[in-house]
Each structure stands twice: as C-alpha cells, then as structure tokens.
C-alpha cells in the first residue's frame, strides 16, 4: 500500500520531529555501536516494510513520533443504513483500526441513506488539511446541517477536537484545502439563501487554527448548490464544477493571490468527468466514473492525460492522493479501495478490502497515526 517514508507535507510539527520518543529498551540499541539519535536518522531511509519485519525495536521506532510518518488510508465507513464509523488502514501491518470516537458523535444524528432514497448516498462532506482529518458537512433525519461545528482529527496525538463553529452551517457545498486552509463555498443552509449559495468562507488552520471563518471574494450565483462537491487544491487555486460526472457543467477556478474566482479552462471543465484529487496540491487525476480511465492533468496543453484504464475504476464516486497512489471509493463496490501507484511505470493498481460488513463513504490519504502498531 502507501509506502513512502517521507513527504514535506506530511511530517508532524517540528517540535515532535526533534523530540527523540523512542520507546525501546535501553539494553536494545537500535543499532549497536551507534547513538540512537544517528541510528534513527540511519534507518529513517530504510523502507517501512523492512524496518516493521526486522525487529520489535525497529517497529516501535516506526511508529514513534520522532520518526518521518509513512502514508496510511483514513476512511468513513458505514456498516448499517446510518452508521457512520472512522478507520485507519497500516499499509506496512495490513490491519484496519478504529479511530477513537470524536466528541458528539455524528453517527447519532447524520443522515446517510433517506427512507424515501434508499437507492442513493446523501453526502457527508470530508477533506484533509495540513495532515489532519476535517469532518465539515453533512444532513440530519430532519434535512437540515448536521455540522454546525466541523469535527478535525489529528494523527499526530490521536484525538479530534471541535473546529471552530461555521458562520453558517450547510450541506450540499462545494469544500476543499488549499495551502493550510479550508474553504466552503455555496450550499444549502438550513432552507436555500442566494446569500448563502452565493458565499465562500475560509477557516486558516495552518497560520492559526484558533481563529475563525472569515468571507472571501463570493460567487456570481448560486449554481454551486445543486450538489456536494470536492474542491481541488492544486498550484495555489481552488478548482471545482457545479455537478458530478458526465453532466453538463461550470467550472471555476479561485485564485488565491488575486482573492478571485476565474473560468474553469476549457480542456479543464472538458475533461472533469468523475471525482479528482491532486498529489500535494501539484498534479491532478482524474477517474472517468465510465470508461474507468485514470488520467492526470497538464496544464500547459490544457489536457488531461492518460495513465491507465481498468475495469476496477468504473463508476468512481470519491477519490484521495497522496503518497504516490491514488484511492479510489466506486459505487459499484464500496466493500473495497482501488489504489493506482502513480510513480510506478507503468502505474501499478491493486485492492485494498474493508472490514467485513462495512462499505466506503470516503477515504483520505495522510500520516499514520503515532503508536499505532507496538507489538
């Protein structure tokens, strides 16, 4: 699975990158002859998989938090009509986890499956900011926001805690990350407002998570409140269209310099046609929910390229990048993850299945959690 040792925008803050937490026993060096601050550096470059088969010592090293943190999968997952639960996949022990419960618990009052729309998935809205876990948007049993305040987990330390509390909460909203923070544009508050399906709102996590929402430069109408929509970080601009899949679309660009929203380029909007996701906010990848062909986006031809097709990535709903690979949640079988190696070449796919009984709301690629394997 995701195995990369390394990534600038995936290591824990700096004051646990240098605090020395390793939790051997002192008769165990991790490497005799050396101290254990140049054996840890030392074996920082050894892959994961070797470091976790080698020894127990090693193992703990791995997961310490001093040690770079290898990419793992973060997925909601629903068991029942309503539940909704939150794992952790360790690509280097192959388990599943659960992730400790957060603080009022959504699952009690969120809404996944309509009695009247049983056939169809109600959106519950998720992204990833600065390595960490937002859980922003979603519906009650009533129809109405179930998040007045977005839940945020951190791997880091294990734990959620409440973001601060949306200016107004919504569903059905255009949401994604770029540079730190976390955007919400448009959407259905608790009855449709032209004000609210006009406004995007900007929580910076990274410079000061403490502060709140504050407006940025709006949208020219509400058609952005027809669906729930992944906006994608990539080159320091927000990219999203008004509606999923092969459906004719608007496309928008936000510039964050500028603080304004410009027309989707053409080949763009041409080639949206399924879920996107970008790897470190650089390069973007496309699934065709039809064809099933992974294609990644040049900016310079305005044209997206081929990287694979396969069978396994028809109807694709939701996908995550990061690590190299990128995760795809499809409608057809969402009791399993499609992952494509994208550094490979030819790129290289493979299935990851869920627990038993459960199936993928969605699924996120960010560091794996401290202490997760010590045995």
Same mark, same amino acid.
């Given at each position: ?139 009650? $049993? ?78 020219? %109408? ?7 929509? %992944? ?27 500028? %603080? ?36 990644? $986006? ?78």
């Amino acid at each position: 699975m995701v195995t990369t040792a390394t990534a600038d925008s995936l290591t824990p803050p700096s004051s646990k990158r240098n605090k020395l937490a390793l939790h051997h026993h002192p008769s165990s060096p991790l490497l005799p002859g050396l101290p254990d601050h140049v054996a840890q550096f030392c074996l920082s470059h050894v892959p994961p998989s070797l470091l976790f088969s080698v020894s127990r010592s090693w193992r703990r090293l791995l997961y310490s938090p001093s040690f770079p943190p290898f990419s793992s999968l973060y997925a909601l997952l629903s068991s029942s009509s309503n539940s909704l639960d939150f794992f952790n996949f360790d690509p280097i022990s192959s388990k599943w986890s659960p992730l400790p419960p957060p603080p009022n618990s959504p699952s009690s009052h969120l809404l996944i499956h309509h009695p009247s729309f049983l056939s169809r998935h109600l959106p519950v809205q998720s992204l990833t900011v600065s390595g960490h876990l937002l859980l922003l948007a979603a519906t009650t $049993y009533n129809l109405l926001p179930a998040l007045p305040r977005p839940l945020l987990f951190s791997p880091f330390s294990n734990s959620w805690r409440l973001a601060p509390p949306l200016p107004t909460p919504r569903r059905w909203c255009a949401a994604g990350a770029l540079h730190g923070s976390v955007y919400v544009a448009s959407g259905i508050g608790s009855f449709f407002s032209t004000d609210v399906a006009r406004s995007v709102e900007r929580w910076d996590f990274k410079s000061n998570g403490a502060d709140g929402w504050e407006k940025v430069s709006g949208l020219k %109408d509400g058609k952005f409140s027809r669906d729930a929509i %992944d906006a994608v970080g990539w080159k320091g601009k927000l990219c999203m269209v008004n509606v999923k899949g092969h459906a004719l679309k608007e496309g928008l660009v936000y510039d964050l310099e500028k %603080d304004e929203w410009e027309e989707m380029p053409e080949g763009m909007i041409e080639g949206w046609r399924g879920p996107v996701a970008a790897m470190d906010e650089k390069d973007m990848y496309v699934v065709d929910e039809i064809s099933g062909s992974l294609r990644r $986006y040049d900016s310079e031809k305005d044209f997206w390229e081929e990287v694979m097709e396969s069978n396994r990535l028809k109807g694709a709903v939701q996908m995550a990048a990061g690590g190299g690979r990128v995760c795809v949640v499809c409608g057809g079988s969402r009791g399993e993850i499609v992952v494509v190696d994208v550094v490979t070449s030819p790129a290289r796919l493979w299935v990851e299945p869920t627990p038993p009984g459960t199936e993928v709301v969605a699924v996120h690629v960010l560091p794996r959690m401290n202490g997760a394997a010590d045995s």
